[in-house]
Nanobody, 124 residues
């Protein structure tokens, strides 16, 4: 059974950092495209960052460029999202998702395996 488990969320003050982890079980993550998505209350789930099947091509939404970094550790079968200089607007539930095929735009409908999410709350 393919499963993704996120961890690393929490409460942090503006300017702080968090590192989210997305651990996979039941499949080898390095063969999948992985995306990180954020959903704030009352809003749609939107892409924050994604990494393609080649493990090198990455994409970020404009609001997090220069602050977030997506990476993968194939030995640990885990993808990370390092989040620095966090802002209150980064608050939300963060989900990771996997697709066993090349994705074109890193939109939610391109991924078919989802984790349960981890809450990030940025507030002073």
């Amino acid at each position: 059974q393919l499963q993704l488990v996120e961890s690393g969320g929490g409460m942090v003050q503006p300017g702080g950092s968090l590192k989210l982890s997305c651990a996979a079980s039941g499949f080898t993550l390095d063969r999948y495209a992985i995306g990180w998505f954020r959903q704030a209350p009352g809003t749609e789930r939107t892409m924050v960052s994604c990494i393609h099947t080649n493990g090198e091509t990455t994409k970020y939404t404009d609001s997090v460029k220069g602050r977030f970094i997506i990476s993968r550790d194939n030995a640990k079968n885990t993808v990370y999202l390092q989040m620095d200089n966090l802002k209150p607007e980064d608050t939300g539930v963060y989900y990771c998702a996997a697709a066993g095929w090349p994705v074109s735009h890193c939109t939610a409908y391109e991924y078919d395996t989802w984790g349960q999410g981890t809450q990030v709350f940025v507030s002073s």
